[in-house]
């Protein structure tokens, strides 16, 4: 007998991400490029975050095309984006056999009410979430994997970094709190009750959490990892930046080593220039894509 | 007894929680001097092309050595890729501490990925497994000895037992699937008790 889909093949290829880098991609050059760097995967999308906050309009699953030539030119895993409640892209998604979809913010939104019914799928999907709530409704939806949101495309790593506080110390709260008071605190967080009693059993969230949304210098990564993440996504960071190969070999070594301050002193020096950044209380509501 | 676990990325966390479990001191392997002291090593699970390029000369060069030497060593999955003589579809580095050929990510993509049980000589008849994204073995060398074989469906195969996907030679073992990501120890217990009889 033999099962594929199950959740914990879907879970166990996140697991063997941990500790490195997943690189946004627009052309196979720059896959070869992140592969050649190290990455543990590749994002394939048809615009970076920045871009799509630049340019404004509706931003889409890219084009089938493009992944595929993507899928044949590296060997790492290959993730691709679908837009908030797409079950359609993601169907398509699937027919092409990416790795990975991540059901995402930074694409507009297809649905403002659900997102996809994830365990009708073959293959795993990462969510975004902002809170433990959030982080424990895409699971319970079957997200075998969980981000952080952070605020894509700024290239400012503070979003994420209160997101990744917010559910560290509400995971602590879960951990801490007398058995009798879970079911008001589901109901507080929005967190379904029986992921709450999963956290309870592992001392941790049941599923591997990354850190994404505004990261863009091997000290943002290390800081991340340092916060107890368990790896990194670099969407616009890298080829936004001046020298996108060496940037990205610097953040696929301060993930690793992001507890050594000589290494990452090492690794931060003469990188050219970063992407350039956004504060966040520049950003126009409606532009905030963390809220979809 | 100390067991480290090779830590540059991958599932490592898993690895020491089954050591631990097993009452056993885990240290993680980072760089060449974390070598020092341990009994017997792991590497976990990953992406192999990430793992290699994070791998310094140094870290290498001593690694390859003391496998050569005797030390217990045992590769999951991208490890067993790293532990390899040579590997199709491979563009990182190999160890050669074991004399296989491997094939990397063999059974498929993602979506081909599984869990089942399989046979394994000296541990037991339904053990079960996780294979992600998985290598097989397509050649082993004359001391090596296959523990144990699957045979994937609707795939030609050079033999009608299955492909290798667990394998011994001398202090070297490695397998395609993760133990590592099931609660049943008896494959680490095997591999402990090689270290155990090492020492």
Known sequence: MMERGTFRVKSGLAEMLKGGVIMDVTTTEQAKIAEDAGAVAVM??????????????VARMADPTKIKEIMTTVSIP????????????????????????DESEVLTPADQQYHIDKWVFTVPFVCGARDLGEACRRITEGAAMIRTKGEPGTGNVVEAVKHMRLMNEQIREVLAAPEEELMQMAKEMGAPHEILLLIRREGKLPVVNFAAGGIATPADAAMMMQLGCDGVFVGSGIFKSSDPAVRAQAIVRATTHYNDPKILAEVAANLGEPMVGINID??????????? | MRIGVLALQGAVREHLAVINHLEKEGSIVKKAADLDRIDGLILPGGESTAISWLMDEELEHRLGLLAREGLPVFGTCAGMILLADQVEGGNGRQLSAIDITVRRNAFGRQIESFETKLAITGIGSDVPVVFIRA??????????QILARYMPNGKATSSSLGFPVMAKEKNVLVSSFHPELTDDLRIHRYFLAMVEAAN
Do not use: C, S
Request: glycine content about 8%.
């Open chain 1, 78 to 101: 290959v993730m691709a984006k679908v837009r908030i409640g797409h079950f359609a892209e993601a169907q398509i998604l699937e027919a092409l056999e990416v790795d990975y979809i």
């Open chain 1, 44 to 57: 394939a999308l048809e615009r970076v975050p920045a871009d799509i906050r630049a340019q404004g309009g």
């Open chain 2, 135 to 144: 290598p097989y073995i397509t050649r082993v060398g004359d001391g090596v």
């Open chain 1, 282 to 292: 520049e950003i126009p509501p409606h532009e905030i894509m963390q809220v979809r």
